[in-house]
């Protein structure tokens, strides 16, 4: 017994003495961030972490090392400071179990550096990053009386927006804007930025925002869309705001507008109507006239895109709902807009109505040149068309669409969406022409006259399911899409064609006065389940299989007169009943390797497509088979938070539509008729992109270059047959021994110039490029292959500074040079040079009052083609008066093309045809208009100072 307690007590000193040999201590080195080199003499300190008092101190001996002992137990702070360089602090605990703690190195970043990542302004945060998600704070920044979000977008670094209300962020311009993360009334980013109150705002995110899979997935598919999303203050999702605007003017111009919204915290309820006649059709800049620019909005809307291409409009012209300045237009628009979220967002709705009607009525002066092959005597043959045209189109449509989508649990949802069309639009086009020869003979007079109505109907519905299975990155998707496209159509074709010697007599005519219908039937229905794969922790692999039905079905018909106003007798040689179906099964395998800054995904999909093609009226039929191969590749470098490379290869196969398939004579144009070609067959393109991108946030310095190139195998091309009366018959034919080819690159610079004042200096060099090719006949002369080739090259250097509630001045100006060129003419050639400018100014004076200026000038020189040049100077200006304590009513005189000098024009080569339009647009007038913003949101609007 007294050997056991001895025993005990000298383990029990044994103990005491381990316990007093435990230093309890840490260690670590403190070095560069990026030199990667030591930081000798950096401050270390260790505070206990429940009150911060200091426990030890020391500095890094050489190479930046360092080892504090005899701290004991307990919970510390470990505090590295030095100077020009950011704090680092990190909490450890120290115990029986863990008596030494190595912090290893310790990477110290510059402050400079830093800035880069999170951008202070005063006290508060004005920027930080949230990986690929760049926030903005609004209370880091002014917010002036009943400023819009559009105002507080203009002070933010890295965003700039135009006069038109159009977004660039960063280098890229920004395509939608959400609140709260969901859309509103769809795509336009306008209808947020220009109508919501900055005074609304808590945070403005922008990032990258990703295809519905690859948010899933996590797997980047290429798929991306440069987003802001506005997060609106908790006090200000209660409550309603509005806008009303009403203008009259000269010449019987008018406009107006009315904006109602509703939140009720995740609820959104909001309604608009405009009304007016001068090239607004819509309430955002792209719904602006471009004032006869390339630019413009597209009305209509095609409810999703049909494999078949049809264009269901019996081959008469109809109108496309697209205004871009060409004629004179009137717009009704209106809509309604409801989202919500509920029971925790389990349970998720957006849903949106559209109604509005477009007519649109003008004239058009059209010059062509025909390019012609040599005939016997080795002459180049030319034909010089001019057309006369008057218009007077008109549509009306509705549309529904609705998005929902239920968490079914924490690793599975479903989104179903829906959309439908109505569709109405009538064509009435007056035309008269007249050809030449080379040698200036007339060659052939036409007046034609096309009366045509379209009615239409769209549908579409979608649903995608998602499930995250038990192993990390392992998913199921399952997508379902099905829709139908019913076009009919009902018009007449009138045409009194004359047909002249070389002596100017008339030889011969041709008179058509014919009814034409068109019921056309698109159908489809997609399937496709992909399942994800992790193979590794950074390699994944994807696998999908899709099984797919596009279904279509074309009657047209045309009647001749039995007698006057009688068209009962059917043209058989002009009418066709066709019936094109096609399966698809298809399979896809594709890869997906992450480390690091690196991301590659590459693989392919194959599919095996069955045409089915019969003609109900001749009872004949076909059956094809293709392989279609769609290989893909992408490699993406992120260089840093804003700068990334990214190199990609796409390849698909192109089927033929069935306006190019269907055996049918199309002679709506009796000069230029069109034959189906049930023989063709499916093209191949390569494509090839790379862009790059770099941003500083300090300087607010970007580049962004893009670019891309193209070539297709066995391309469908037109085989155009002339004869001597100047008659074209055109087919869609493929080409098995030439490659059509085109390019794009731009490259677009920014930069802020601190040392003046904060002005913006930015700079675009661009270049666009195609070569393509058709087979041009001149009997009795064998057919001759005709190479275009058309290269555009231009340049812009823009200045511009923004000083909220002073001014706004932006400046854009720059050459281009035009290269066209027909292998059938090679020493007529479309080489031309131009300029072309815009401005925009914006002063505030005192009193309230504003004047704002822009412009545009456009000058297109003369060319071997066009013997004439082209030079038009539109400057519009306008004087705004607020009124009330918060600037809510406004009073604004404005004038619309000062110098009466707007006029259409546009210049293109295709094929063999070189044209030249001018069109009637809108001109010089004035205008008195009323604004009053009014709101009843939460919390009231004030001035954020």
Known sequence: MKLTFTAFLLLILCSFSALAQKTYSVKG???????NVGLLNSSISVLNAKDSTLRKFMRATTGGAFNIANLGKGNFILLVTYPDYADYVEKFTLDSVHADHAFGNINMSLKSRLLKEVLIKGTVA?????????????????IQPNSKVEDLLKQLPGIQVDKDGKITAQGQTVTKVLVDGEEFFGDDPTLVTKNIRGDMVDKVQLYDKKSDQATFTGIDDGEKTKTINIKLKEDKKNGYFGKIDAGVGTDGYYEGLGLYNKFKGKKKMSAYGTIGNTGKTGLGWEDNNKLGSSGGIQFGDDGGAFFDGSSGDNGLDSFSGRYDGDGKPVARTGGLH???????????????????????????????????????????GTINSVTDQTFDNYMFRQKLDAAFSIKLDTTSTI??????????????TTNKSTSRR??????????RDVDNEVDQQLFNFSTFYTKKLKKKGRTLSVNFTTGFNDNKSNGFLKSNLGFYNKQGLLDSSQVIDQLKTDNTKTSKVNTNVTYTEPL?????????????????????????????NEYNLLNTSLSNHYIFNQVSNQGGLNFNYKRGKSTLRFGTRIADVTFKQEDALSGN??????????????YQYKISTYGSLNVNYYGNQTQPTIDQLQPIRVNTDPLNVVIGNPLLNPSFTHRFGLWYNMYKVLSEQSIWLNGNYGFTTNPIINNVVTDTLGKSVIQAVNLTNKKPSNYNLNIDMGRKLTGLGGINLGARLSTTGNIYYSFVTRPPLPTALNRTKSYNYSAQLSLSKYK?????????????????????????????????????ISVYLPFKFQITTDGQYQYKAATQSFDNDFKQTIINASITKSFLKAETLKLILRGNDLLNQNSGFSRSASSNLITQTKYTTIRRYFMLSVVWDFSGMGGGASAKK
Request: net charge positive; aromatic share 12%; no cysteine.
């Open 536 to 564: 590794s922790k950074y390699l994944s692999a994807i696998l999908s299989y899709g099984l797919s039905f596009n279904n279509s079905n074309s009657d047209r018909k045309s009647f001749d007169q039995s007698a006057p």
């Open 438 to 447: 080379g040698d200036a003979s007339l060659l052939n007079k036409n007046e």
């Open 621 to 634: 039929s076909a059956k094809r088979s293709f392989i279609n191969w769609n290989p893909s590749a992408n």
């Open 126 to 142: 004005a920027i930080k990053i949230k990986g690929d998600t760049t926030e903005y704070n609004a209370r880091a920044f002014v």
């Open 29 to 35: 080195t403190i070095r560069d961030s990026v030199a």
């Open 338 to 380: 409801y989202d919500d979220k509920w029971k925790n967002d389990k349970y998720t709705i957006n849903t949106n109505y559209k109604i509005g009607s477009l007519s649109v009525d003008g004239t058009r002066n059209t010059i062509t040149q025909q390019n012609l092959p040599e005939d016997a005597n080795g002459k180049v």
């Open 804 to 840: 909220e509630k002073k001014y706004q001045v932006y400046i854009n100006a720059g050459p281009d040079y035009t290269i066209g060129q027909s292998s059938l003419q090679p020493d007529i050639n479309n080489n031309g040079r131009g300029f072309n400018a815009d401005y925009y």
């Open 415 to 428: 989104k179903f969406t829906v959309d439908g069309t109505l569709k109405n639009s009538t064509t009435r």
